[in-house]
């Protein structure tokens, strides 16, 4: 949602925020724009375009190789439709300092007016223009930029990370955040700030973590940050542990492509180091958590809550809680039971999701214990939980969910076990066959990438449909969900995930001659194996072309039939969802959609 960018140093500065907007692209590409600071005095360099970061370079044409200072951003439009004149940067009335924002300014109408009656006149649509024209007043006052930052963040609500630059001063970048992520990435000569590390990745693997509310000073040689109220805080400093590579697209066609045949590696990565011995787990990560939680709640967005949805039967069958999944969006604006005795666990690949965020942040007012399951470290969610289970699946760039999903299911099936073994509501042969089917998966995800060539071409047949349904029972519903999520936010396709048993309660209407339906059928030692089998019978008998996914336990006679291995029922959708996830990403290059960066959407999304 919106990326931001600033470097001061002794390299050119344009050529080193290009990079990291390319980097920071796939968090929003409504627009695009930069601010450079070329000598002292001299005026900055204004330049922004709407659409991708393409228009910008291209208007750019690779001048202003001198500047050593600029700051630069990517936009999800939220106030103000995608054009130019929206883009980020915003100038202050003098035009001498510019300021990109990411986040919403909820009380941007009422400083607008406030500096319109003092004669200020606005160009764009924008809430993050009145913090430029505010910026500008406060600095004109002080003198001093962090001094007016400080001030101007004191007036504003929502949430915000602010970069700002001033020609007058052309090396020093001042930046802000709250309840919105910007990491410093510390350099020889150079510093950065950024939304998250990828945009310096290449150039530095130190990186600072900014708290909440805190204002930082980046010049070529320092980094100073401070408390609202002025006083020095020490940041926490931090090694990056992935590099560069990790997030290029390394022969891919896409970004997705490539994060789906990573995940064997990113569900190997997140088991790794959990089995002391073949039927023990550990997670020292617990630590902080006391034992005597009564019941779990799982609170996430998106794919992140799909993969809440799969765990909660781990949970359940294996440590016996009871677990509730709800949507985070959804449960601050309510008045949920809650106590001590609640373990709150939010699940979130970028750990900024803004609803997810002020869930846990409500979760915790209300006295719960809390636990993220989260990919990026150092990002704002695991920083505000009681503990914190990383997952690792490296950086994952395409807006479309794919590895981070499957390593959030791993993450709760590690923590079911654990708490079953904790609990003893396991024996420990039993513990030992799950470790054994945990640590088989790598490989099993690998066979079935290994074999998704029919299942790419049989998708191209299907690319005129209006509409596609998908059907699971048990664990095999959320995973429904899940390929139906990816089907509308790749394809643009009407798709919708049902329990298979609901069917006859209403969704059945919806089948007419050549429905594609993706049947997911557990294994068929499962008790709802032969209900799945009537499920597809009956949707077939009204016409409906069925695509099935199943392992080789059944036998069956569809002409349209993707195979997987067979795993325990509770692990399948780790299984399963991997040729739905193939299915979406061909549909959406079939119909030459943009696939990594999908209309209308954004990797990190922090707006409520
Ligand atoms: O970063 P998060 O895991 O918190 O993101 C949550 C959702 O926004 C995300 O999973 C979204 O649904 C994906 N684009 C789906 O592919």
Redesign the pocket.
């Known amino acids: 949602m919106c990326g931001i960018v600033g470097y001061t140093g002794s390299n050119p500065a344009l050529s080193r925020v290009i990079e990291g907007l390319r980097r920071l692209e796939y968090r929003g590409y409504d627009s695009a724009g930069v601010a450079l600071a070329l000598t002292k005095g001299e005026k900055l360099v204004v330049e922004k375009k709407a659409g991708k970061l393409a228009n910008l370079e291209g208007a750019l044409n690779g001048g202003h190789e001198n500047a050593t200072g600029g700051i630069g951003h990517t936009r999800w439009a939220t106030h103000g439709g995608p054009t130019d004149i929206n883009a980020h940067p915003h100038l202050d009335e003098s035009g001498k300092l510019a300021v990109i924002h990411n986040g919403i300014i909820e009380n941007y109408e009422e400083l607008k007016a406030e500096l319109e009656r003092r004669g200020h006149k606005f160009k764009s649509e924008t809430d993050t223009e009145s913090v430029a024209h505010l910026l500008g007043e406060e600095f004109k006052a002080s003198g001093d930029l962090a001094t007016a930052m400080r001030s101007v963040c004191a007036r504003l609500r929502g949430s915000f990370t602010l970069l700002a630059i001033q020609s007058d001063n052309p090396n020093l970048i001042v930046g802000a955040r709250r309840n919105s992520p910007l990491v410093v990435g510390v350099g020889s000569g150079e510093n950065f700030l950024a939304s998250d590390v990828s945009a310096f990745i290449s150039h530095t693997k130190k990186a600072l973590e900014l708290g909440q509310d805190q204002v930082v000073v980046v010049t070529p040689n320092e980094v100073v940050v401070t408390d609202l109220a002025g006083k020095t805080v020490t940041p926490k400093e931090y090694e990056i542990t992935w590099d560069a590579k990790a997030a290029e697209r390394g022969g891919f066609e896409h970004f997705m492509l490539k994060e789906i045949y990573e995940q064997p590696k990113a569900v190997a990565d997140t088991l790794l180091g959990r089995f002391p011995t073949p039927s023990t787990i550990e997670l020292k990560e617990l630590e902080n958590i006391s034992g005597n939680f009564q019941r779990i709640l799982i609170l996430?967005?998106?794919?992140?809550y799909h993969a809440g949805l799969i765990g909660k039967y781990a949970l359940e069958e294996w440590a016996k809680i009871p677990v509730e999944v709800e949507l985070a969006s959804e449960f601050r604006y309510r008045n949920p039971v809650i106590s001590e005795q609640t373990l709150v666990i939010t699940?979130?690949?970028?750990g900024?999701?803004m609803d997810?965020l002020m869930a846990l942040r409500h979760a915790k007012s209300l006295g719960a214990q809390t636990l993220s399951i989260c990919n990026t470290m150092g990002s704002t969610i695991p920083r505000e939980s009681d503990s914190v289970l990383y997952t690792h699946a490296g950086p994952e760039i395409a807006?479309?969910?794919t590895k981070?999903l499957l390593t959030q299911v791993i993450a709760l099936d590690l923590l079911a076990l654990y708490l079953a073994s904790k609990r003893s509501s396991i024996t420990s042969n039993r513990t030992k066959e799950i470790i054994d089917a945990l640590l088989q998966l790598p490989n099993k995800i690998e066979e079935i990438l290994e074999t998704v060539e029919p299942l790419r071409a049989m998708t191209r047949g299907y690319k005129n449909a209006t509409s596609v349904l998908f059907l699971g029972r048990h664990v095999g519903f959320p995973a429904a969900l899940e390929g139906a999520?990816?089907l509308k936010?790749l394809a643009y396709m009407h798709a919708e995930g049902f329990a298979g048993g609901e069917l006859k309660h209403g969704p059945i209407a919806l089948i007419e001659e050549g429905t594609p339906v993706i049947a997911i059928l557990p294994p068929a030692k499962s008790e709802i194996a032969e209900k799945m089998r009537s499920n597809v019978q009956e949707v077939r008998a009204r016409g409906a072309r069925v695509i099935a996914i199943a392992d080789q336990s059944h036998s069956l006679d569809l002409p349209e039939l993707i195979r997987i291995p067979e795993s325990e029922e509770i692990l399948q959708p780790i299984l399963s969802i991997v040729p739905l996830q193939v299915f979406a990403y061909e549909m959406a290059v079939a119909r030459g959609n943009d696939v990594d960066q999908p209309r209308n959407?954004a990797?990190?999304?922090t707006v409520e």
Do not use: D, R, W, Y
């Open positions: 996430a967005c998106g794919t992140a699940i979130s690949q970028s900024e999701t997810t807006v479309a969910s981070a999520l990816k936010e959407l990797k990190s999304v």
